[in-house]
């Protein structure tokens, strides 16, 4: 199986800054990552797949790159609306998860 | 618009089962892998289960593997996950969710999910 590991756990920024999280594979997954924006009480969202692909509607302030097996989330600048949980998760072989990320108001 | 609705949670004693169900609409079901997510309280999320367009191919994490089913119900738009021989670490929020078109398991879309609770 295929393991996920996200850091940091938790992140503290203000609105305004430029926030990054890392994702690692156990092992390559070429560029099959995904990433998750979910806040408490509403389905998550997805915001980039294969690594690097926007999906339809997400904001340009979010990015993605890395492939094998480590792998970035950026926000280029940190918006109110952005305070949420971020999950990676690979689409290689069996989709497993990171443990996620926590972007709290500094 | 696509909606994704979950039912059938509930509160249910240690082995005991449990049957969701997921009404879809607003896509063409019949193009999309479906896919049940959960997430355990203070805990991330985990893929359960999914089920090809037809039916004809399911998986299943190993934790779950042989105690829980998915199944499909093509010409009502329904998706179902069958929870049998339940256990205290199956408590969770499920989440119903769709796979994108090709996509090998990119999740693009959500249902807010159920709450499964397992105690006595």
């Known amino acids: 199986d295929i393991q996920m590991t996200q850091s940091p756990s938790t992140l503290s920024a203000s609105v305004g800054d430029r926030v990054s999280i890392t994702c690692r594979a156990s092992?390559?997954?070429?560029?099959?990552l995904a990433w998750y924006q979910h806040k408490p009480g509403k389905a998550p969202q997805l915001l980039i797949s294969?690594?690097?692909s926007l999906e339809s509607g997400v904001p340009s302030r979010f990015s993605g790159s890395g492939s094998g097996t480590e792998f970035t989330l950026t926000i280029s600048s940190l918006q109110p609306d952005d305070f949420a949980t971020y999950y990676c998760?690979?689409?290689?072989?069996?989709?497993?998860f990171g443990g996620g990320t926590k972007v709290e108001i500094k | 618009e696509v909606q994704l609705v979950e039912s059938g949670g509930g509160l249910v004693q240690p082995g005991g089962s449990l049957r969701l169900s997921c009404a879809a609409s607003?896509?063409?079901?019949?193009?999309?892998?479906m896919s049940w997510v959960r997430q355990a309280p203070g805990k991330g999320l985990e893929w359960v289960a999914n089920i090809k367009q037809d039916g004809s191919v399911k998986g299943y994490v190993d934790s779950v593997r042989g105690r829980f089913t998915i199944s499909r119900d093509n010409a009502k738009k329904s998706l179902s996950l069958q929870m049998n021989s339940l256990r205290a670490e199956d408590a969770a929020v499920y989440h119903c969710?769709?796979?994108?078109?090709?996509?090998?398991?990119?999740?693009?879309?959500w249902g807010q999910g159920t709450l499964v609770t397992v105690s006595s």
């Open positions: 969710v769709r796979e994108g078109l090709g996509s090998g398991r990119i999740l693009d879309f």
């Open positions: 092992q390559s997954i070429s560029r099959s």
């Open positions: 294969e690594a690097t």
């Open positions: 607003g896509f063409t079901f019949t193009s999309h892998w």
């Open positions: 998760q690979q689409h290689y072989s069996g989709g497993s």
